[in-house]
C-alpha cells in the first residue's frame, strides 16, 4: 500500500526544495532498465533455436547428399551447402523469389500439407543445358517459362533430390516426399495461408561456374506433427541407436539392391600363358579333382555360397542350384551392419 504523506511532512520538502537544500529531481522514480522484448503478433516465432539448428543439421546432410547425386548425374562439379535457416511468414517467401522461377509442389508424406522446392532459374537452365550436351557457362539466363521437354528433365532431377531428402530426414521421420507439379509462377502456388509461418531453408548452389540458389519451405502446419522431435536430444540419441531391428531392416532393404558378382567355379588349373594364348574353340582342358557329375561351386562375390549343377535352359547354358554350403547367421549380419552403417 503506498504510504500518504502527513502536512508537517509535506511542508518540510516544499521548505527544503525552496532552501535549495533539495533537488526536485532526486524525488523522480528511477528509469526502468528492464530489457524489453519486441513481440509481432503477425509473424510470431513459433520454432525455437533449438529446433532450428536442428533443421540445419538435418538438410546440411541433405546438401552433401545432394552434392554428389547431382554431380554424378551431370558429370560436372556441383556444390551444395547451407546458407541459411529462417522462419518468416508464407507472404514474404513468396514475394522474395523472382518470376518465372522453378516452383516444385511436394507432397510430405505422412505428414499432412505440402511443402516447396525453389530453385533458381539460373540453376534450372544451368542443369538443363548440361543435360543437353551444353557446357552451361553463359552468363545469360532466359527469362521464359519451362518447355514442356525442359519441365519433364526438371521433374526427374527434382525426384533425384527427394530420394535424399528421405534420407536426410530419416533419423526423425519415415518421409517419402512425392513430386506433385511444377509451377513458375509463385502467385499459384498458395499452399497455405499468406500469414502462416514458414521455416526457410536457403541452400547455395554452384553448377559448374553458375551461382544460385535453391530454398526449401515448410510451412509449420506440416511440420507440427514433428515439432518435438526437432530437438538436440532426440537427433543425437537417434543416431546413437545402434543396430536395432528397425536398423536392420533398412540396412537388409539397401543391400538387397546392391549389384554382386555370381560366378559359378567348374574347377581350377594352373597353365603357362602361352598356353593360354593359344586355346582355340573347341579345345580341351583338363582339370584337377573333378569328375563328370562332379557339383559346381556358386560363388557370390569372393565367397563360396551353394553347391550347383550345370544344364541349360533352351539354347542357354545354365545352372541348378542344390543347396546352400554356409549361412550368413543373425549375428554375423549385425556384426557387418555395424561395420557398414555409416557407409550406407
Excluded at 23 to 32: I, K, N, W, Y
Amino acid at each position: 500500500m503506498t504510504e500518504v504523506l502527513s502536512q508537517d511532512e509535506i511542508d518540510q520538502l516544499l521548505t527544503a526544495i525552496n532552501a535549495g537544500e533539495t533537488e526536485p529531481e532526486d524525488f523522480r522514480p528511477a528509469a526502468d532498465t528492464r530489457k524489453i522484448k519486441i513481440y509481432d503478433f503477425k509473424r510470431p516465432d513459433k520454432f525455437s533455436k533449438e529446433q532450428i539448428r536442428t533443421v540445419s543439421i538435418m538438410h546440411e546432410t541433405f546438401a552433401r547428399l545432394t552434392t554428389t547425386s547431382l554431380s554424378a548425374q551431370l558429370r560436372s562439379m556441383v556444390h551444395v551447402h547451407v546458407a541459411s535457416v529462417d522462419q518468416l511468414t508464407y507472404e514474404e517467401f513468396i514475394r522474395s523469389i523472382p518470376t518465372p522461377t522453378t516452383l516444385a509442389i511436394i507432397n510430405m508424406d505422412p505428414l499432412k500439407g505440402n511443402a516447396i522446392l525453389e530453385i533458381d532459374p539460373a540453376i534450372t537452365f544451368s542443369i538443363i543445358e548440361r543435360l543437353f550436351g551444353g557446357t552451361a557457362e553463359g552468363t545469360k539466363v532466359p527469362q521464359h517459362e519451362l518447355t514442356d521437354i525442359e519441365q519433364s528433365v526438371m521433374e526427374g532431377i527434382i525426384v533425384r533430390i527427394l530420394g535424399n531428402m528421405r534420407e536426410a530426414w530419416a533419423t526423425v521421420i519415415d518421409l517419402r516426399p512425392r513430386l506433385g507439379q511444377i509451377d513458375t509462377n509463385p502467385q499459384f502456388a498458395q499452399i497455405v495461408p499468406p500469414t502462416e509461418m514458414v521455416v526457410l531453408v536457403t541452400l547455395e548452389t554452384k553448377v559448374g561456374e553458375v551461382e544460385g540458389m535453391m530454398n526449401f519451405c515448410i510451412p509449420y502446419l506440416t511440420i507440427e506433427p514433428i515439432i518435438g522431435k526437432l530437438s538436440a536430444q532426440f537427433w543425437y540419441s537417434s543416431v546413437r541407436r545402434g543396430t536395432t531391428t528397425e536398423n536392420l531392416n533398412v540396412l537388409k532393404e539397401k543391400l538387397a539392391t546392391v549389384d554382386v558378382n555370381v560366378v559359378a567355379e567348374i574347377g581350377k588349373i594352373q597353365i603357362p600363358v602361352r598356353d593360354v594364348l593359344s586355346l582355340r574353340m573347341g579345345d580341351v582342358i583338363r582339370l584337377y579333382n573333378v569328375r563328370v557329375g562332379d557339383t559346381f561351386s556358386l560363388n557370390i562375390g569372393n565367397k563360396k555360397k551353394f553347391l550347383c549343377r550345370p544344364g541349360v535352359i533352351g539354347k542357354k547354358m545354365a545352372v541348378q542350384i542344390l543347396k546352400k554350403t554356409a549361412e550368413l547367421e543373425q549375428e554375423e549380419f549385425e556384426e557387418l551392419a555395424s561395420e557398414g552403417e555409416e557407409i550406407l
